[in-house]
């Protein structure tokens, strides 16, 4: 990775007339307006479908992608809906109200899938063929929508909630036109996506996605390959993933994720890990592994805990799997999304692995020993934010911060007050060390805690703000842009 500059904005964050930012050309005007100001890197969160709490990290599938960022005027542009189509889509521009989109994108794609040609629905059967994940994600579908959306674990048919393979085969043509439906939904992300990263590409703009560690029980993945996870007989954990009590929360975080069977996954030689970065290099440029420290140690929590102070730490495949991955996939700049509570075992994983860590400046004004401030950089080889979609914007960081930590970021950054604050924060990450510097849209907008993108340990409210239609302005992007420049990012 070059030195240069990128903004963090998910796709769902983009505006439009569709309750959600989509795949369309509010994404491609996104790109040019990151041209225009000299970014090379577009950080967005995952795209896969979204699971409790509308959140992207706990999705049905690792590989699928999410149909609610379809776009509907590209389903128009094919035939497959109408102009009175789109116009009951359109709602006022606002924060995403994902019990409506559930319900209108559901009808929308029916609608879309009935439309269908004979050699459209051809290429959807090849392009599952190519594509093994889309007959198991799909057959997952349409098994949830005929068992009235139960968890696959709870499905009355036992060989098929074991993947029986004679169960599979007789469920796969009993639900066939359903299996069919969820197959076009998936072939229509992946062409509209192929479609927007091409664009994006030839922009000289690279996308910088996310691979969450785990994957929801829940899920097409632990449903198909139960052999790669922690299971009993019924396909219930015994523990589950979360982390300890740290400075996101008290009581730690209880994700509930079910853990790998990493023994059985070394012997395989982390085919499921080679599998699943491989479909995640088809849509990005670069892969922020998601909590990092996991691969060194993981917090395990007895299943039915209250909290996550139960758990306790047990070891992680290190660089037997990290190795696999950068030898596998050269071509994937990697970046160790290395925040918590870490120890030495783990920034030795991560300076063997060779993967740039993550700097958050918002988490930097505890005093002058704090290593996330920039004169404490040592090696340009890392990933400088002003704060992650789990941060506050910087206008709500310096609104919530500590008398000592605003006494402190007036001492080092000469900030009086929250819009000092913010600008100052902008410019000495640009102009930091650290190889990338990555801000959210938001800072650069000026906008405050309204804007807030995630609070972790919350379940509710989430995932919704999106950027107001024309905020992103040339006059913004210039200024963006005499800021990257002065930095030599771009």
Request: proline share 6%; aromatic share 12%.
């Amino acid at each position: 990775m070059q030195r240069s500059a990128g903004i963090l904005l998910p796709v769902f964050s983009l505006p439009g007339p569709y309750g959600i930012g989509t795949l369309g050309k509010e994404a491609r005007a996104f790109a040019d307006f990151l041209k225009a100001a000299g970014q090379r890197w577009w950080q967005i969160l995952p795209v896969g479908p979204t699971g409790a709490g509308d959140s992207p990290y706990t999705s049905v599938s690792t590989f699928a992608g999410n149909p609610l960022l379809l776009d509907p005027e590209a389903l128009a542009a094919e035939g497959l809906l109408t102009g009175e189509d789109l116009d009951r889509l359109r709602v006022p521009e606002g924060p995403v109200d994902y019990g409506a989109l559930y319900e209108s994108r559901e009808r929308m794609l029916r609608t879309a899938f009935s439309r269908l040609s004979g050699d459209k629905a051809q290429a959807m059967r090849e392009f599952a063929d190519r594509h093994p994940w889309v007959r198991e994600f799909a057959l997952y579908q349409a098994a949830k929508v005929h068992f009235g959306q139960q968890p696959w674990y709870q499905w009355p048919d036992e060989p098929l909630r074991r993947h029986e393979s004679a169960a599979v085969e007789h469920w796969r043509g009993v639900l066939a036109e359903e299996v069919a439906f969820h197959t076009a939904v998936q072939y229509w992300f992946a062409v509209q996506w192929e479609a927007l990263k091409a664009y994006v590409n030839s922009l000289g703009v690279g996308l910088i996605g996310d691979l969450p560690i785990y994957v929801s029980l829940d899920s097409a993945d632990v449903w198909a390959e139960r052999k790669e996870f922690l299971l009993d007989q019924t396909g219930r954990p015994s523990k589950v993933a979360g982390v300890p009590p740290d400075y996101f929360s008290e009581e730690g975080q209880l994700w509930g994720n079910p853990l790998y069977d990493w023994k059985a996954q070394k012997a395989d030689g982390f085919g499921w890990w080679i599998r699943r970065v491989e479909g995640a290099s088809t849509r990005f440029d670069a892969l922020r592994l998601d909590h990092f420290r996991g691969f060194e140690s993981y917090w395990a929590v007895p299943a039915g805990s209250a909290t996550a102070k139960t758990g306790q730490w047990e070891k992680g495949p290190g660089m037997d799997l990290l190795g696999v991955l950068t030898n596998w996939f050269p071509q994937i700049t990697y970046i160790a999304e290395d925040l918590g509570i870490l120890t030495d075992d783990v920034h030795r994983l991560r300076d063997a692995s060779g993967l740039p860590g993550m700097k958050v400046l918002e988490f930097a004004f505890s005093g002058p020993d704090n290593a996330y401030l920039p004169h404490h950089y040592t090696n340009p080889n890392c990933v400088c934010y002003t704060g992650t979609h789990d941060n506050d914007t910087a206008l709500g960081w310096y609104a919530g911060a500590s008398d000592k930590e605003k006494a402190f970021a007036k001492t080092y950054l000469g900030a009086e007050d929250g819009e000092s604050a913010r600008r100052t924060l902008l410019r000495v990450g640009q102009t930091s060390m650290a190889v990338l510097f990555v801000a959210q849209m938001q800072d650069y907008l000026g906008l405050g805690g309204e804007a807030r993108i995630n609070v972790p340990g919350v379940a509710n409210g989430n995932w919704r703000w999106r950027m107001a239609s024309g905020a992103a302005t040339a006059e913004l992007a210039e200024e963006i842009r005499a800021l990257t420049a002065a930095a030599s990012r771009c």
